[in-house]
């Protein structure tokens, strides 16, 4: 129970807060890494996702790059992208490592839910002589937006949570009070920086909960199929 | 791996791939994979023992589904770094923080998948089997867990490939096999020492799925017969969808 007093202690203490090597500094860096990668890793996944289910090619592709992305360890990936040539500039080494583990998840689920839209009523548009820019955003998106959205709720916890392991390879974010307090061997820091961490994880996961809800371009619609079969 | 002659003085160079390392540091990766795999073998047990009588609960009891299942999803949203180093000042600095951390890990994509295999035994199944006499234990073991061993294998191989990844971060608390060489690498600048540990943790994934992949084929002697591939694959993606 020392430990846990300990990290309330080490949470409600105003200078831990502040400063270059401060809460409020390290939350600042995490959200800033993980937004920028979450961003590019839609902007390379989604078009590509959407493209391929469009067309229907691709699958064996789309499906099996987010089991191979589940073997390979982000660690290993961080660590070996930091002492190649690319170490020495910043922050690139975490953008890059966090791209390639949150491109999978976007893709598969994306394509998937592409190709899950139903069939018929893609079919009943393109009959009504919908072109194919048309049925993409107005009937195959809207009919994969669940699927997109799990994809793109999965790459975000996980982006938020490899963000921390940037860390231990140097980078900085949240993960920094972890690693400080395993080398200063001051357990009150580091359950302190798992919490902060932990809460983040969930405060994303809520949100993007909410988000998805709020968002859904079909509210109105399932709400009323609900109802009907009520 | 380049190896003999072509290998000396590549230590010094500190080359990416050298001979040299594997000869003079063998012993080292040895004891590394040999605590990997440990670490990831009991973790993935341990997790199964557990999630299995947890799916029966979500399964038997409509009330503990949605408890079951919510809760081994948040767990499943802490960052490992942070699971490692919450459960650090329960366990000590030992190698059980990385084997709990690793289990709670484990158990979202178990139940999940175990419950999933369950839920789609057919309903018809179920009722001849009771026809015939078969208790609530016997309709299990000899009917419903057999049926449900595809997802169950599946969600298995997701578990352990996962495992078999994350046990790196262990080396926080200095038990992360593997990830303990990679670890030091990195301190020292070691190219060598953490190329070869990353590639034997991938490869270790990767011999881990196509063993389960074995062990299924050997279990489920009746699935190569009738819808020979198209069935099991379509099994495999549901049940992995349902991990999402």
Avoid at chain 2, 24 to 42: C, F, K, N, P, S
Wanted: hydrophobic share 55%; with cysteine.
């Amino acid at each position: 129970m020392g430990a846990i007093t300990g990290a309330w202690q080490w949470l409600t203490t105003a200078a831990n807060w502040a400063g270059e090597k401060g809460v409020w500094h390290r939350l600042a860096e995490h959200l800033w890494l993980s937004g920028l990668c979450l961003v590019l890793s839609c902007l390379i996944a989604l078009p590509v996702a959407l493209w391929l289910g469009h067309l229907g090619k691709g699958g064996a592709l789309a499906v099996n790059l987010s089991n191979v992305g589940r073997a390979v360890p982000t660690f290993a990936v961080l660590v070996l992208l930091t002492l190649s040539p690319l170490g020495t500039r910043g922050d690139w080494p975490a953008i890059v490592a966090l791209v390639l583990f949150a491109v999978p998840p976007l893709l598969t689920n994306a394509y998937l839910g592409m190709r899950e839209a139903d069939r018929d009523v893609v079919e009943a548009a393109r009959g009504m002589g919908m072109s194919g820019p048309q049925l993409l955003l107005r009937v195959e998106i809207p009919l994969a937006y669940p699927l997109i959205m799990t994809g793109l709720r999965s790459a975000t916890v996980q982006v938020v949570a490899t963000a921390t392991l940037a860390a231990l390879a140097g980078g900085g974010g949240l993960g920094r009070i972890i690693t400080a307090g395993f080398g200063n061997y001051d357990t009150a820091q580091v359950v302190a920086g798992a919490v902060l961490v932990a809460v983040l994880a969930l405060t994303v996961e809520g949100v993007l909960v909410l988000a998805e809800r709020f968002l859904d371009p079909m509210r109105g619609r399932r709400r009323a199929v609900r109802t009907a079969r009520a | 791996m380049s190896g003999g002659a072509a290998g000396a003085g590549c230590l010094a160079r500190n080359d990416w791939i050298c001979g040299e390392y594997l000869r003079t540091r063998g012993q080292e990766l040895v004891d590394a994979t040999v605590q990997h795999l440990g670490i990831t073998a009991v973790s993935v047990l341990i997790g199964l023992l557990i999630a299995f009588p947890l799916a029966l609960v979500a399964r038997r009891w409509r009330a503990a589904a949605g408890p079951v299942l919510g809760l081994t999803t948040v767990l499943y949203t802490v960052p490992s770094l942070a699971m490692f180093a919450l459960l650090t000042p329960v366990f000590g600095v030992s190698a059980a923080v990385v084997v709990t951390g690793l289990v709670l890990y484990s158990l979202t994509i178990l139940v999940r998948n175990i419950l999933a295999g369950l839920q789609a035994v057919p309903a018809e199944v179920r009722e001849a089997a009771r026809g015939m006499g078969y208790g609530p234990a016997r309709l299990l073991c000899e009917v419903e867990l057999p049926l449900a061993l595809p997802a169950l294998v599946a969600g298995l191989r997701i578990a352990t490939v996962s495992t078999v990844a994350m046990t790196t971060i262990g080396s926080v608390v200095g038990y992360g096999g593997l990830g303990n060489l990679i670890a030091s690498g990195m301190e020292g600048f070691f190219k060598a020492e953490v190329l070869t540990a990353s590639v034997l943790c991938v490869l270790l994934a990767v011999l881990a799925d196509l063993l389960l992949m074995g062990v299924q084929r050997l279990l489920t002697p009746w699935t190569r017969t009738q819808a020979r591939g198209r069935g099991r694959a379509g099994r495999g993606a549901r049940a992995a969808k349902a991990v999402g």
